[in-house]
Nanobody, 125 residues
Framework: QVQLVESGGGLVQAGGSLRLSCAASGGTFSTHALGWFRQVPGKERELLAAISASADSTYIADSVKGRFTISRDNAENTVYLQMNTLKPEDAALYYC??????????????????WGQGTQVTVSS
């Protein structure tokens, strides 16, 4: 059983940056692919970025490509989402998720086994 706890959300002005962190416990972090999702009320959860267990492959959604990056530190059991040049439309509840998977990563939210509680990002214009 993997527990995930996100942090780093908050209020930022448009054009600013935030770095989200997701700390994992209770499992073997290095055997899990990780993803960052966001959700706004009335919409489906959207995959923003994913990273494989060994960090040899990553995915960034077109909607945030060039502004967001994903990384992980397996020694610290933490995955990060660096968000730059934030826009008001980036405001959402951001979640990290983990899937036990040796290679690659999943794109569907339903494929992930474990979820954090979310951290709110608000972007003022």
């Amino acid at each position: 059983q993997v527990q995930l706890v996100e942090s780093g959300g908050g209020l930022v002005q448009a054009g600013g940056s935030l770095r989200l962190s997701c700390a994992a416990s209770g499992g073997t972090f290095s055997t899990h692919a990780l993803g960052w999702f966001r959700q706004v009320p009335g919409k489906e959860r959207e995959l923003l970025a994913a990273i494989s267990a060994s960090a040899d492959s990553t995915y960034i959604a077109d909607s945030v490509k060039g502004r967001f990056t994903i990384s992980r530190d397996n020694a610290e059991n933490t995955v990060y989402l660096q968000m730059n040049t934030l826009k008001p439309e980036d405001a959402a509840l951001y979640y990290c998720a983990a899937e036990k998977r040796a290679w690659g990563y999943a794109f569907r939210a339903g494929s992930y086994d474990y979820w954090g509680q979310g951290t709110q990002v608000t972007v003022s214009s």
